[in-house]
């Protein structure tokens, strides 16, 4: 099998019906740590996973969405201080802790994954990011930017798009579960004053990105919403007629039992749409592949296998499943796997603000 060691996961090409095989059942074993960087932060030492992300976690504002498995609304049996609640309030603060966060790092080989809650609800916010980070270019940059988001602020502030295109954005990731708007709303319950809920304006927005943004499309796989392959198959000729090329089918993520069964975990639990036997649907083996599906290769990362395929030779499709079981494990090998930047001035190995502190920085 082709191994490829790439900035942040391992590619894998198997040639054999064995070696798919082989791959899908040994996919949480696979991934060993990757080698790491010690590198001194305000005079304590750290390891960090090479090629790592870093995280502002965007929380000026509340979510106008509320998608029915938002990450967010899961609550941890302990030390939970969800950064969500804690909104950014004084930006001259935030700012120039954040930049002095960034910089602390400023060797490492890092992306930038802007996610959290969604970033473009606050365009005040999401555009002095921008400023400061175009402004510290010259002695930092990130390796890769992503922006992961609902949407809805790229519709409604366009101005956002040239600013995310100056910083050279290096894909957007767009959410949308369902390719009927109702179904849709059904799931992610965007505010009602949220126009990006109608398809049409989905569609413009699509169509405004195009030749300005990479858009990668991101589909949360739910009983709710998509779950069959012929529901996919839809997903993806809509895909095609907005000329998108990229598109994510993500399982919910599985969980460990350090979350409280509260009704988003409930929610989760019931609405998993398992990624194997699509895949036994799609690609039973590597020499039998449904029609209109061509087998590419697979990814593993820190908590995640992906497996990537040409559907009709016009659209690349992943499909990905994610473990905070593997995550735990990673994470309990003493390296920072991902740095998020919480809004009391913590840099943190962690999504918990209070936990893996790495400095405080206000
Ligand atoms: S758009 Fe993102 S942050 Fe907002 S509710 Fe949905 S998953 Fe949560």
């Not at 095989?21 to 790491?36: G, H, V």
Request: proline share 4%; glycine share 4%.
């Amino acid at each position: 099998m082709e191994t490829l060691y790439l900035m942040r996961n391992i590619r894998l090409t198997p040639q054999t019906n064995v070696e798919l095989a082989t791959l899908r059942t040994q996919k949480w074993e696979i991934y060993d740590s990757s080698p790491t960087v010690t590198m001194l932060i305000k005079e304590q030492s750290f390891h960090f996973r090479e090629g790592l992300t870093f995280t502002p976690f965007a929380n000026a504002v509340p979510c106008n969405a509320h998608c029915r498995f938002c990450s967010e609304e899961l609550q941890q049996k302990e030390n939970h201080q969800p950064t969500a609640l804690n909104y950014i309030t004084d930006y001259e603060q935030y700012f120039t802790a954040l930049e002095q966060a960034l910089l602390a790092v400023k060797n490492l080989h890092i992306g930038l994954s802007l996610s959290g809650l969604e970033a473009t609800a606050e365009p005040t916010w999401l555009l002095r990011l921008l400023e400061m980070l175009e402004k510290i270019q010259p002695v930092f940059k990130f390796d890769e930017k992503v922006l992961y988001t609902n949407g809805s602020g790229l519709l409604k502030y366009p101005k956002l798009i040239p600013a995310l295109q100056a910083i050279g954005f290096d894909r957007i990731e767009l959410s949308r579960c369902h390719t009927d708007q109702t179904i849709n709303q059904s799931i992610m319950y965007f505010n009602r004053n949220e126009p990006i809920w109608q398809n049409t304006h989905y569609e413009t927005l699509i169509k405004n990105l195009q030749g300005k943004l990479f858009v990668k499309n991101s589909c949360i796989l739910t009983k709710k919403g998509t779950q069959t392959i012929e529901d996919i198959e839809a997903y993806l000729l809509w895909a095609i007629s907005l000329d998108i090329k990229e598109v994510v089918l993500r399982e919910l993520s599985r969980l460990d039992d350090s979350y409280m069964p509260n009704a988003t975990l409930k929610w989760v639990e019931e609405n998993r749409i398992p990624i194997e036997p699509l895949l036994q649907e799609i690609a039973p083996s590597y020499s039998e592949v449904r029609a209109g599906w061509t087998y590419l290769y697979s990814t593993v990362g820190y908590y995640y296998y992906n497996e990537h395929f040409l559907y009709q030779n016009k659209l690349e499709v992943i499909l990905e499943t994610s473990s905070y079981t593997a995550l735990e494990k990673a994470n309990q090998t003493g390296a920072i796997q991902k740095m998020v930047f919480h809004s009391n001035g913590n840099l943190c190995g962690s999504w918990n603000p209070d936990t893996n502190i790495i400095a405080n920085f206000f």
